[in-house]
């Protein structure tokens, strides 16, 4: 049964041009500088750089003191148009395309790691089913060198996809070849085989020699540095030790590391603030990139102008004058919105700063006050998530670096006088602890929450192992060395 019924609903939608106006804001310099490219490229409309005063004052319009138009008093595009059958969505312009989504960055092409391998094989004698075999092992080493599938694996793929018939003892003999290719230790398929491969084709002394001996029957003992147990199983000093444990450091645990690392992005940083003290304050400035000098085409007002004056107008003039309001009309919201952007920026970043100015004027982190993105927008009357999209993707050039944004934000945790303290600070102070350490017995998770404490800082065991994994430092076994 089929009913009619009436309902109302008040919804929120944000417009195309709220959502450009968000992916300006969290837009960096560079990125910022291409998508203004592109909307110049794509809008006639839209021109960068001043125009003279001599041609704004013989054209008769107003102009702020900058000698840039004045938004407010430009073209009024609505005065040339009273055809009131043009519908209204004919006018609008949608400034949101899916292709500002895509913010692949194009980098100039090489060989890969695996067609470097590849152009290895015709080095070697092999028939037309061990070429094959052995072009489809190379595709699938990854980008570390490894070999991560098991050899029934390989011999089951061969039989399926590349109808391919073959034997464990084949497959075998064709690893051995693939091993033989550079970088050494290139198809291993353990880290144990790997160091072990690299060591082969190095010529041998008393230290490799042992070196290898613990790779092939201490190879646990040496992952979990239970050196005392190895020098015993070996009967050799510690001395004698610390040579081969060298020899194995000096190894490479991903081969195709270094190849494939070529074929990566090299990003550039420019800062978007930049914060100098002068004479005990603070000064934040906008990178001068952000700020463009752009203007509404004068060809544009003139192509108006002649048609308000002509007296018949045709329907190929309605045409153009339709496509001129859609232009004009991007063209203003692109300028206004990357005033709004500057705006965005400065008062968000300028709040940032007056919140840390201790720590800026210092550069001591442990006066970095604990601060997250919701005491700023409550500061600056804006959004979380329009702070948060200034401070995730902006640097800012300090006295002490260039930093993230997002660097000088952190939780907090109270101290024993109950004084709220950085977590940033803490970190700090673990990291000291941690480099300052006698090496032979690292300090463990317990002794270091133990010396926070006697510092005044009441951190559990569990809340320093989370610190020391976000800091990137392995446990107290791990860090421990032969001096």
């Given at each position: 049964m089929l009913k009619q019924n009436l309902q109302q609903k008040l919804q929120q939608k944000l417009s195309p041009q709220q959502i450009q106006l968000m992916k300006l804001i969290q837009l960096p310099t560079q990125a910022f500088e291409q998508k203004?490219?592109?909307?110049?490229?794509?809008?006639?409309?839209?021109?960068?750089?001043?125009?003279?005063?001599?041609?704004?004052?013989?054209?008769?319009?107003?102009?702020?003191?900058?000698?840039?138009?004045?938004?407010?008093?430009?073209?009024?595009?609505?005065?040339?148009?009273?055809?009131?059958?043009?519908?209204?969505?004919?006018?609008?312009?949608?400034?949101y395309s899916s292709d500002d989504e895509d913010n692949r960055v194009p980098y100039s092409g090489g060989i890969t790691f695996n067609q470097h391998l590849s152009n290895q094989l015709h080095t070697f004698s092999l028939d037309p089913q061990e070429e094959l075999i052995a072009e489809f092992m190379v595709g699938c080493i990854d980008d570390n060198g490894y070999i991560r599938r098991t050899i029934d694996d390989i011999i089951d793929d061969l039989a399926f996809s590349e109808n391919i018939y073959t034997t464990h003892e084949e497959v075998e003999k064709i690893l051995e070849v693939i091993q033989q290719l550079d970088p050494a230790g290139v198809g291993a398929r353990s880290l144990k085989e790997c160091l072990s491969l690299q060591l082969k084709r190095k010529e041998e002394t008393k230290d490799r020699k042992l070196a290898q001996d613990i790779l092939d029957s201490s190879f646990d003992q040496f992952v979990k540095k239970h050196y005392a147990k190895m020098a015993q199983k070996f009967n050799i000093t510690m001395e004698e030790l610390k040579g081969a444990i060298k020899e194995i450091e000096r190894l490479n645990p991903k081969p195709g590391g270094a190849y494939s690392g070529n074929q990566t992005i090299i990003e550039h940083i420019v800062p978007d603030f930049t914060i100098r003290i002068n004479e005990g304050n603070l000064e934040l400035s906008l990178n001068a990139r952000n700020a463009p000098d752009l203007h509404i085409s004068r060809e544009y007002d003139n192509m108006l102008k002649g048609y308000s004056e002509s007296k018949e107008k045709s329907k190929s003039q309605k045409d153009a004058i339709m496509f001129i309001k859609q232009k004009l009309d991007a063209a203003k919201w692109f300028i206004d919105a990357i005033k709004q952007r500057q705006q965005t920026l400065m008062i968000t970043m300028t709040a940032i700063m007056n919140y840390q100015k201790e720590f800026l004027l210092t550069g001591d982190e442990r006066k970095l006050r604990p601060m997250v993105l919701k005491d700023i927008a409550d500061q600056i009357n804006m959004d979380v998530s329009t702070v948060s999209r200034v401070a995730n993707s902006k640097y800012v050039d300090t006295p002490y670096g260039t930093k993230l944004v997002k660097e000088f934000f952190s939780e907090s945790m109270k101290n024993e006088q109950g004084e709220d303290i950085s977590t940033r600070e803490i970190k700090k102070i673990l990291q000291t602890e941690i480099d300052n350490e006698d090496k032979k017995k690292p300090l463990t998770d317990e002794k270091l929450s133990k010396l926070l404490k006697e510092s005044g800082y009441l951190i559990a065991r569990r809340t320093v192992a989370k610190y020391r994994e976000q800091l990137d430092i392995p446990v107290a076994r791990l860090r421990k060395k032969i001096l």
């Open positions: 203004l490219s592109q909307e110049i490229e794509e809008n006639p409309a839209l021109e960068s750089g001043k125009e003279s005063v001599d041609e704004f004052q013989d054209n008769g319009n107003e102009y702020d003191d900058t000698g840039t138009e004045s938004i407010e008093t430009d073209i009024n595009i609505d005065d040339y148009l009273s055809d009131d059958e043009i519908p209204s969505y004919k006018l609008q312009s949608n400034n």
